[in-house]
Each structure stands twice: as structure tokens, then as C-alpha cells.
């Protein structure tokens, strides 16, 4: 994530809000379950951070858990960008599970749209929380 250093990923926009680090986080994680789920397996080795779904930041900004958290989000997109370009387009109108709540195709846009969304976020918190610019 350019510009943005531990201080500003962590900083909240206000009390019981997400702050960027938790949005990257999370971004990361649900990477994960939609690649597990394309690769049709549940045993890949759990998420390095917990709770799943909202990771917790550490308490206090700190530059090494940053790059090394910015490192997972890194990796999981990377690792699920090569699972769908090889995902087989057959499949795609599959249904994604046992429940049929979804076909791959609807899971692949899903976190594309998931990840649009949370990544608009964390725009906005850069520009609310980050240094003023000045206007031209």
C-alpha cells in the first residue's frame, strides 16, 4: 500500500470504526477463503493472522508487523490472481459448495467487487486521515 506507514494504517477515523490495517487485513483473508474454495480444498494451511474474518492489528503501530502484514496481502493476491487464471472455465457455472449459494463465476466476481469496495475505504481513510495536502 503506497504511502501509507504503520501510523496512518493504524489511526481510526473514530471510536469502533476499521482502520486501514483491519480493511488490509481483512481483504487478505477473504483472498484466502475464495482461493480455498476455487482450489476445492480445506486443507491449506490456516490464515496467519486471527480472528479470521477481522484480523486484530497489534495494539500499537509497529513498522515490522506492517510490512510483514502488507507481505500476507501481497501473497494472497498473488496467489489468488494465479488460481483463477487457471481456474477451468467450465466450471465457472458450477456451483461453488455444498450449499449451491453460489457458482464459481458469481465467488470470482464476488471478492473482485469485495475487493474494489474495501479498497475505496481505504482510500478515503488516506485522504481523511493522512497528511493535508496542499491545493493548487
Not at 15 to 30: K, P, Q
Not at 70 to 75: D, E, S, V
Not at 87 to 94: G, K, N, Y
Amino acid at each position: 500500500m503506497r504511502g501509507v506507514d504503520a501510523d496512518l494504517a493504524h489511526r481510526r477515523p473514530a471510536a469502533g470504526r476499521h482502520n486501514i490495517w483491519e480493511l488490509a487485513l481483512h481483504i487478505a483473508y477473504w483472498k484466502y477463503a475464495v482461493r480455498r474454495r476455487l482450489l476445492r480444498r480445506e486443507d491449506l494451511s490456516r490464515f496467519p493472522r486471527s480472528p479470521a474474518n477481522w484480523p486484530s492489528p497489534p495494539s500499537r503501530p509497529d513498522a515490522k508487523r506492517w510490512d510483514e502484514d502488507r507481505t500476507i496481502l501481497a501473497g494472497e493476491h498473488r496467489a489468488l490472481a494465479d488460481v483463477i487464471a487457471h481456474f477451468p472455465p467450465s466450471l465457472l457455472a458450477e456451483p461453488a459448495g455444498t450449499k449451491k449459494r453460489w457458482t464459481y463465476g458469481e465467488l470470482i466476481v464476488g471478492i473482485l467487487v469485495h475487493d474494489a469496495y474495501h479498497t475505496g475505504q481505504i482510500q478515503l481513510l488516506k485522504r481523511l486521515l493522512g497528511p493535508q495536502r496542499s491545493s493548487r
